[in-house]
């Protein structure tokens, strides 16, 4: 199974900060890479999808980029409505599998 | 517009069979993937196996020997059954659209809570 890596755990950030949360596979996944974000009592909701497009109704403060193994979600200019759990995942190959969350809170 | 929506008992005792549905709107099963996805409470997110829109299953071979994921078209209605629960199969449970470009999860369901607990 490919390994999907989260760094780090958990962070916080003040109002208008960049944030930046890292996905290490353990394989090259060749841009199959999504982001989610999932708030507590929540379903994830979708952010990122082939590692840097946004999907529809995402606020263009966030972005992915990445290639190989490593790849990354950018908040650019932290709101308080970004705080939740962010999860990577990887479609390259069966099983598709999640990082292990990072938790975004506010400073 | 797209919406997925999960449904069934929200308790179970171990060894019992686990009987989900996920009935779905604004989109075709028979154009589109639905994906089954598991969270243990408090932890991360399992894929645990998709029905494509030819009606092919894949599974995760973690549960794959206890999972079936089946559908009705004309009932635009996914299921998922499970044998043999045991506690650790406790979590909320999710479907979600799944797209063939690079396999995300475009829309997702509410979520159902089960419990396995004697």
């Known amino acids: 199974d490919i390994q999907m890596t989260q760094s780090p755990a958990s962070l916080s950030a003040s109002l208008g900060e960049t944030v930046s949360i890292e996905c290490l596979a353990s394989?090259?996944?060749?841009?199959?890479l999504a982001w989610y974000q999932q708030k507590p009592g929540k379903s994830p909701q979708l952010l990122i999808y082939?590692?840097?497009s946004l999907q529809d109704g995402v606020p263009s403060r966030f972005s992915g980029s990445g290639s190989g193994t490593q790849y990354s979600l950018k908040i650019s200019g932290m709101q308080p409505e970004d705080e939740g759990v962010y999860y990577c995942?990887?479609?390259?190959?069966?099983?598709?599998?999640f990082g292990s969350g990072t938790k975004l809170e506010i400073k | 517009q797209v919406q997925l929506e999960e449904s069934g008992p929200g308790l179970m005792q171990p060894s019992e069979t686990l009987s989900l549905t996920c009935t779905v709107s604004?989109?075709?099963?028979?154009?589109?993937?639905v994906g089954w996805v598991r969270q243990p409470l408090g932890k991360g997110l399992v894929w645990m196996g998709t029905?494509?829109?030819?009606?092919?299953?894949n599974y995760n071979s973690a549960v794959q020997s206890r999972l079936s994921i089946s559908r009705d078209t004309s009932k635009s209605q996914v299921f998922l059954k499970m044998n043999s629960l045991q506690p650790e199969d406790t979590g909320t449970y999710y479907c979600?659209?799944?797209?063939?470009?690079?396999?995300?999860?475009?829309?997702w369901g509410q979520g159902v809570m089960v419990t396995v607990s004697s």
């Open positions: 979600a659209r799944q797209r063939y470009t690079g396999y995300y999860f475009d829309y």
């Open positions: 995942q990887q479609g390259y190959k069966y099983p598709f599998t």
């Open positions: 082939g590692a840097s």
């Open positions: 604004g989109f075709s099963l028979t154009s589109n993937g």
């Open positions: 029905i494509w829109a030819g009606g092919s299953t």
């Open positions: 394989e090259g996944i060749s841009n199959s």
